[in-house]
């Protein structure tokens, strides 16, 4: 059975620019979440997503979005990237929320 | 707010050698525990998990109990390898959300290196 997938794994931006993640959830699952990895605040949740519909956004800033296509898959993207936004991108998905199986994550550097 | 205060590392121990990672949390109700491991360059991977109080999760040789009393989900193994080295995370999920939302909560993680 294929695991959560995410694409790009590498992504390397400049500042002001945005960019576009996304994630293939394991087949069957609904929902979907994100979260970023930063060495100095750890791993934080972003917002997640159940049958294309939002449940649950975390305290970022509007810049960072994200929706959910009808196959389960998402993107996430964040406007006007900031230096502060380097980190590792993490999805995860689950049949109803939990538990969550995690992807590989996206590197995302700004320069 | 929920919460997950982990020891702090790095943690370095012998081949062998008996491993034990504490981990606390603060939370309403009650909330489901896990262990995630990452590896060097990967995600998080599932290690182990606990719904419910005096439950206990297992797999690989880890271990970890679910106690209410003390809130604590410390993670064991009898005898590490040096493919154990990795970060380990404990982190929780509410015990029952309206929305049908089981938002992670994560510790800091910590860094276990095995020696051969």
């Known amino acids: 059975k294929a695991g959560v997938t995410q694409t790009p794994r590498y992504l390397i931006k400049t500042r002001g620019q945005q960019v576009t993640l996304s994630c293939s959830p394991i087949?069957?699952?609904?929902?979907v979440s994100w979260y970023q990895q930063t060495p100095g605040q750890g791993l934080q949740f972003l917002f997640e997503?159940?049958?294309?519909?939002?449940?649950n956004k975390g305290n970022f800033p509007g810049r960072f979005s994200g929706r959910q296509f009808s196959n389960s898959r998402s993107e996430m993207n964040v406007s006007t990237l900031e230096l502060g936004d380097s980190a590792l991108y993490l999805c995860?998905?689950?049949?109803?929320?939990?538990?969550?199986?995690f992807g590989d994550g996206t590197r995302l550097s700004i320069l | 707010g929920d919460s997950v205060t982990q020891m702090e590392g790095p943690v370095t121990l012998s081949e062998e050698a008996f491993l034990t990672i504490n981990c606390t949390y603060t939370?309403?109700?009650?909330?489901?525990l896990f262990w995630y491991v990452q590896y060097p360059g990967e995600g998080l991977q599932l290690l182990l998990k606990?719904?419910?109080?005096?439950d206990k999760g297992s797999n690989k040789g880890f271990e970890a109990t679910y106690r209410k009393e003390t809130t604590s989900f410390h993670l064991e193994k009898g005898s590490v390898q040096v493919s154990d080295s990795a970060v380990y995370f404990c982190?929780?999920?509410?015990?029952?959300?309206?929305?049908?939302?089981?938002?992670?909560?994560f510790g800091k993680g910590t860094k276990l290196s095995v020696i051969p």
């Open positions: 995860a998905s689950s049949l109803t929320g939990q538990p969550q199986h």
């Open positions: 939370a309403t109700g009650y909330p489901s």
């Open positions: 997503y159940f049958s294309e519909t939002q449940r």
């Open positions: 606990a719904t419910k109080a005096d």
């Open positions: 087949s069957g699952h609904r929902s």
């Open positions: 982190a929780l999920s509410p015990a029952y959300s309206g929305a049908g939302s089981y938002q992670l909560t």
